[in-house]
């Protein structure tokens, strides 16, 4: 298991992304190249981010990238959005995929604030060492 497959932001985006393709399959073929293809891409984005933040160096990379993630799900809930508007998802598929988009939202501040946590503590005890 990578170690960005144990963060709870992750595994809830990642959960969000295969929800969103799925949902998409039944958007209209005109679609194909506008909203299905721009919602799944802002869906991917939210976990890539996370994924390239955790090889970074440092909480404040780290964070710089978990702050890119909350700016993708912010887009991928106005295209939720806009596709329950335009009727191409259901109110049922629009409430389970907001309900993700949500869980994701508030997710990635709380690993920044404990990564952060980590982090300092880590370099304390290195400096102590020496």
């Known amino acids: 298991m990578n170690p960005y497959?144990?963060?709870?932001?992750?595994?809830?985006?990642?959960?969000?992304?295969?929800a969103?393709?799925?949902?998409?399959?039944?958007?209209?073929?005109?679609?194909?190249?506008?909203?299905?293809?721009q919602l799944r891409r802002a869906a991917v984005s939210v976990s890539a981010n996370?994924?390239?933040g955790s090889v970074k160096r440092g909480p404040n990379e780290f964070r710089?990238?978990?702050d890119i993630a909350r700016g993708s799900l912010a887009e991928v809930g106005y295209i939720?959005?806009?596709g329950h508007d335009l009727e191409?998802?259901?109110a049922d598929e629009f409430?389970?995929?907001g309900g993700y988009q949500e869980f994701c939202v508030c997710e990635p501040y709380y690993v920044s604030?404990?990564?952060?946590?980590v982090w300092r503590d880590a370099n304390m005890r290195f400096h102590r060492s020496c």
Do not use: C, D, N
């Open 5 to 18: 497959q144990r963060l709870k932001a992750w595994q809830l985006s990642h959960e969000l992304t295969i």
């Open 20 to 37: 969103v393709y799925r949902a998409t399959r039944s958007f209209p073929t005109h679609e194909k190249y506008g909203l299905t293809s």
């Open 80 to 82: 939720l959005l806009l």
């Open 113 to 117: 604030r404990r990564w952060r946590r």
């Open 50 to 52: 996370i994924v390239e």
């Open 64 to 66: 710089r990238y978990l």
């Open 88 to 90: 191409y998802l259901s």
């Open 95 to 97: 409430r389970m995929l």
